[in-house]
């Protein structure tokens, strides 16, 4: 199987703060990504998403921008709470593959 | 409307025994995912279905596992003669099909546990 990650990078931020997680693709085939959270316990959520033909898109406090030039994704949260502490995890697709292609995850604190 | 489910959420047994872990996915997704994830680390793809097509195995990591998917709903993924390294949490995910564009929405998994 396709094994990703090693042990989690960690961004620890304080509350009321903007986050930003960076994520590195893999492939300049892939057209699609994604980004979840998944806390303690619990199976990974969606967040957000966008196509290879936006560099930006917006959702309620979070904003993804993607940069095909460096294959690079990042995720921006606005004024971090205390709800936002998880993992993060970016997810890349190539169009007609169901495959994802997952990163290695990037666990977030909040500091109070 | 009732998420992916899975069971149990606890699994502890003994090296060599075999496991049987169930899934029940989102009515009407068509896609159906399994994942490993060990402690602290990204998610491992093991095996996909999708509709009536043969399934694609290609990230099982060895031949003591497999999984089933009855009446294009319900999948039961086994472990026989588990190991140590088999302990982990298995995540199961169901979209309402494939490709690009289509959310996996994920169960809470099943915490799995070789002693």
């Known amino acids: 199987g396709e094994s990703v990650g090693l042990h989690l990078p960690t961004l620890s931020v304080q509350e009321g703060d903007n986050s930003i997680i960076n994520c590195a693709y893999s492939?300049?085939?892939?057209?699609?990504f994604i980004w979840y959270k998944q806390e303690s316990g619990k199976g990974p959520q969606f967040i957000i998403d966008?196509?290879?033909n936006m560099d930006k898109r917006q959702g309620q406090r979070v904003t993804v921008l993607l940069n095909k030039t460096v294959k690079h994704l990042s995720l921006q949260i606005a004024a971090t709470q205390p709800g936002d502490s998880a993992v993060y995890f970016c997810?890349?697709?190539?169009?007609?593959?169901?495959?994802?292609?997952w990163g290695a995850g990037t666990k977030l604190i909040i500091k109070p | 409307g009732a998420g992916v489910s899975q069971s149990p959420s606890n699994k502890v047994t003994e090296k060599g025994k075999d496991v049987e872990l169930r899934c029940d996915p989102i009515?009407?997704?068509?896609?159906l995912y399994w994942y490993r994830q060990s402690l602290g680390q990204g998610l491992e793809f093991l095996i996909y279905?999708?509709?009536?097509?043969?399934?694609?195995k290609s990230g099982l990591p060895s031949d003591r596992f497999s999984a089933e998917r009855t009446g294009g709903s319900v999948s039961t993924l086994t472990i026989q003669r588990t190991q140590q390294e088999d302990s982990a949490v298995y995540l199961c995910?169901?979209?309402?099909?494939?490709?690009?564009?289509?959310?996996?929405?994920f169960g809470p998994g099943t915490r799995l546990t070789v002693t």
């Open positions: 997810a890349e697709n190539i169009g007609g593959n169901y495959q994802l292609i």
């Open positions: 279905f999708q509709g009536n097509s043969a399934p694609d």
């Open positions: 995910a169901s979209s309402l099909t494939s490709g690009s564009g289509y959310e996996q929405y």
């Open positions: 009515s009407g997704h068509t896609a």
């Open positions: 966008i196509r290879s």
């Open positions: 492939n300049s085939a892939s057209d699609y």
